[in-house]
């Protein structure tokens, strides 16, 4: 998955405009803590990827949980089953796992993200996402 990182990033520009650095996709890739990266292929070229993580004891809980840090579809590959498969996938494995919960991150107006998740089953929970910018 290492050399696909130029790809991710093309991908990632391509959907949300905003520049992510090699540096950083590299240590999500090499130093997640039990990681599982899966990508999409279309005629040798990477057209999708999912990444995930689980992390135990965050937020005070026992078990471990899965996480989905980042997801990236080429727009040109869209409504193809790319992204479903690989949401799919993705939990099949963390299911293998013994990974009982499954959670991500989205800003409340991203609706194309939103819909994603939902159609893999996830849900809105009560919790609140509190953050301070420190660079202030």
Same mark, same amino acid.
């Given at each position: !998955? ?5 790809? =991710? /990033?093309? =991908? ?16 999500? /890739?090499?130093? @997640? ?18 990444? &995930? ?6 937020? @005070? ?7 989905? *840090?980042?997801? @990236? ?6 409504? !193809?089953?790319?992204?479903?498969? $690989?949401?799919?996938? $993705?939990? *099949?494995?963390?299911?293998? !796992?013994? /990974?009982?919960?499954?959670?991500? /991150? ?5 609706? &194309?993200?939103? *819909?994603?998740?939902?159609?893999? @089953? $996830? ?6 996402? $509190? ?6």
């Amino acid at each position: !998955m290492l050399d696909d990182v130029p790809r =991710i /990033i093309e =991908i990632y520009e391509k959907i949300t405009g905003e520049h992510v650095d090699e540096d950083t996709i590299n240590e999500k /890739i090499e130093y @997640g803590q039990c990681l599982t990266a899966l990508g999409a292929v279309k005629d040798g070229k990477l057209v999708g990827f999912i990444i &995930g993580e689980t992390e135990q004891g965050a937020f @005070g809980e026992e078990e471990a949980i899965g996480w989905i *840090n980042m997801v @990236g579809l080429d727009p040109e590959y869209r409504n !193809m089953g790319y992204g479903k498969a $690989l949401g799919k996938e $993705l939990l *099949n494995r963390f299911h293998g !796992m013994g /990974i009982r919960k499954l959670r991500t /991150i989205v800003e409340d107006e991203d609706y &194309g993200l939103l *819909n994603y998740f939902k159609s893999l @089953g $996830l849900q809105k929970v009560p919790w609140t996402v $509190l953050e301070l910018d420190l660079k202030q």
